[in-house]
């Protein structure tokens, strides 16, 4: 039998709403198995599983990382419960999806890659774009040669705001505007950094804050070792949706126009020679590829792109949008009993 064709068997903490899109459904189109989901309010779990063919309600998140049934845990709790509950995960011997970012701050991510690393687990964030052929295509054009040299990297990343007790704007559950949308514009900044030398470091850096400490718009300038430049751009409380992500030759430009989710827009656009064409990559959810991805590299070994090395760089750089800004990182916590 062909070990990929062997389904994952995933648990799922907590019953939030991204998992229906992130996890449940990928699941349902790959085969992958949901075995159990645990959440503070168990009636919530119930109706959680029954609604997405979820096999088993457990008590608890601990529970859930105890039982033995379950092979890789799926964290989409609040931000600030990644890095707790992704190291009880690893000490319970778990391989690990989580949502991004992977931890608080860049000190705990530390921390919970090096548990992963003694475990013999893998721990992978969801920055779950890059598996997808739009920002495939977007890396290969932008290393083709077509654009000529890389001068700058655009990523601007804008939604309408969430409500008032959402915890993305709670600062003790590690939220912010960089921290939700701004991840992402940095991780497309980062993507490049092998075409143009290197990582990117931070130039400067400014905040707008919604309440003392939590940003709901950050923009963050770039530099890579090439001499490119970047800007990083998001806005938690802006009039609509915008996910685009631009690169900029001296010879021409490449634009996508959602580089996270295509599923709403799935156009790439070329500028290049005075000829501009469109480029359409499909709309085949971002979470399907991922979620095989991270199949094939669990019972194949197959490389995973978002690896520990990956997670720990992009948690440096959104620390240092974040003292640039005038802000503190994000605090840590320790996670409840439950």
Sequence with gaps: M?????????????????SAEAICAPAAATGDRL???????????????????????????AALLADSGVE???NPLANA???????????????VLSEKPFASNAAEAREVAAAARAAGVSVVEGFHHVHHPVHRRLLELAGSGELGRIVRVETVFRMPPPPETDPRWS??????ALMDLGCYALHVQRSLGPL?????????????????????????ELAFPSGATGRAHCDMAADGWTVTARVVGDRGAVTACNVVLPTRD????????????????????????????????LRTGAPFPVDLDDAL????????????AGLEPRPRREPATR
């Design 171 to 176: 600062l003790d559950l590690a939220g912010g």
């Design 266 to 297: 799935d156009r790439i656009l070329v500028e290049t020679g005075g000829r501009p064409r469109t480029e359409h990559l499909g709309t085949r959810p971002t979470y399907t590829f991922q979620l095989e991805a991270l199949r094939a590299h």
């Design 2 to 18: 062909d070990p990929t064709d062997e389904p994952l068997r995933i648990g799922l903490l907590g019953a939030a709403r991204i």
């Design 196 to 220: 143009l030398g290197g990582e990117p470091t931070v130039v400067s850096a400014r905040a707008r804050e919604r309440t003392p400490g939590v940003d709901s718009a950050v923009t963050a």
């Design 35 to 61: 075995v159990a989901v645990a959440a503070r309010d168990r009636s919530r779990a119930e109706r959680f599983a029954t609604e997405h063919g979820v096999e088993r309600v457990v008590d608890d998140y």
């Design 72 to 74: 890789v845990v799926y």
């Design 81 to 95: 419960l990644h890095g707790p509950w992704n190291l009880a995960a690893v000490r319970a011997g778990k391989h």
């Design 313 to 324: 760089a992009t948690a440096e750089l959104i620390d240092a949008v974040y003292r640039y």
